[in-house]
């Protein structure tokens, strides 16, 4: 794989120097933009750095929306997600960052286009945050959030030898700033750490319905066979979270983005618990006699982080009454 990563590091590379150049133009927006991404393939924690950041703009006076390309989504062209549209159209991962973020969200493999039908349907909205589009160079930004997990580098080889989209910068880039979804940094990178931990749980139908997580649910379930499912990139780390909460857990790992078309629960099953990136494709008229959980995650940043980050952004515009 080692010639082919080396093409591919190859083409990454030309294409950059022609964006440098001026040769590929970049589309700059009217509102600041923050594109969340990583460098290594798969999920790092992209969609909760998102929603922290968009509670976090909100919180400071900011009306946020959101751009992603939906990945795994069926339909073409861009989407404007709404409650309820259905996860195979728009993506799992923008219906949740609709639902929880309570944010306008479209989708589309365009990020420029996708932008500029937000912007046009939400006019109110003063910046953009762009989910996974690290490497969508036409779409321009003013700061940009490189995430990392516990892998950081991986074997530090590019794509398909290794796992990184492009290649490890020896300093972290201007207007950039590195986040670790991780218990410490995975890279010689300078950054920060987020919290990470459990949130509590819901019960699917409260979920649906806009109900706080709990910790008196976790602990209801303590001392009851319950099934993990999981169809995320790394379900081992939800499978781990639920432990440490002190759950007696079956574990059912299931394949990223798992369309959940069919609940394939055991036979004898009384109880899941899910991701809430799987609770947006499981409505709960559809799970009979079962009883489904939703866990959430209490994801944050500490106070360096959203210090560095406020300041690198532009003044908020200034707003009539």
Known sequence: MLPLAGLFGLL???????????????????????????????????????????????REGWRPAVVSRGHGRSSQGIVQVEADTPAR??????LLLHLRGRVPVCVGTDRVAAAEAVLALHPATDILVCDDGLQHLRLARDLQLIVFDERGAGNGWLQPAGPLREALPRRVPPS???????????????????????????????????????????????????????????????????????LAIVEHPLPDHHDFATLAWPAGTSDVIVTEKDAVKIRPERIGGVRVWVAALDFGFPAAFERELLALLPPRPHRTA
């Open 89 to 94: 159209e728009c993506g799992d991962e923008p």
């Open 176 to 246: 950039s700033i590195v986040l670790y979804n991780a218990a410490q940094p995975s890279t010689p990178l300078p950054g920060h750490r987020a919290r990470r931990g459990l949130a509590g749980a819901a019960s699917l139908a409260d979920w649906w319905a806009g109900a706080a997580p709990t910790f008196a649910t976790i602990e209801a379930l303590r001392g009851r066979p319950v099934l993990a499912a999981a169809g995320v990139a790394r379900p081992q780390r939800f499978f781990s979270m639920l432990r440490e909460a002190g």
């Open 12 to 58: 990454t590379a030309l294409r950059r120097a022609l964006y440098r150049l001026g040769l590929l133009r970049t589309r700059r927006l009217p509102v600041p933009v923050i594109v969340v991404g990583n460098l290594i393939a798969g999920g790092a924690g992209k969609t909760p750095t998102t929603l922290a950041l968009v509670e976090l703009l909100r």
